[in-house]
Nanobody, 131 residues
Framework: VQLQASGGGLVQPGSSLRLSCAVSGVDLDRYSVGWFRQAPGTEREELAC????????YYADSVKGRFTISINPAMRTIYLQMNSLEPEDTATYYC?????????????????????????WGQGTQVTVSS
């Protein structure tokens, strides 16, 4: 199992950025994939997830309306489109596969970092929003 996050960088406030998560060794028809972030000194925060079984998605309130998660099954890549970036969005961004192939993990009660921690994680990509 391997998840490779990429696409981070230094951008100005108000800019957009698209992150990519290349996935191998995970059945994307069954498992969910999520995006998380962690700023220095803070806990890892869940952002958005997408279900492999039905392509439904779930967003945390903190990014709803600004971030969009999508999947290209043929490329085995999950994207996170981030718009209207703010300095508070500065963090290392991670993608992860759910621990089990259950829709619960990508739902309002299941999409929490503590539930995903035993899943498979990528190495993270740094996003810095600064003028």
């Amino acid at each position: 199992v391997q998840l490779q996050a990429s696409g981070g960088g230094l951008v100005q406030p108000g800019s957009s950025l698209r992150l990519s998560c290349a996935v191998s060794g995970v059945d994307l028809d069954r498992y969910s994939v999520g995006w998380f972030r962690q700023a220095p000194g803070t806990e890892r925060e869940e952002l958005a997830c997408i279900r492999g079984s039905d392509a439904n998605w779930y967003y945390a309130d903190s990014v709803k309306g600004r971030f969009t998660i999508s999947i290209n099954p043929a490329m085995r890549t999950i994207y996170l489109q981030m718009n209207s970036l703010e300095p508070e969005d500065t963090a290392t961004y991670y993608c992860a596969a759910s621990p089990h192939p259950l829709n619960y993990y990508c739902s309002d009660i299941g999409f929490l970092t503590k539930h995903w921690i035993s899943g498979s994680w990528g190495q993270g990509t740094q996003v810095t929003v600064s003028s």
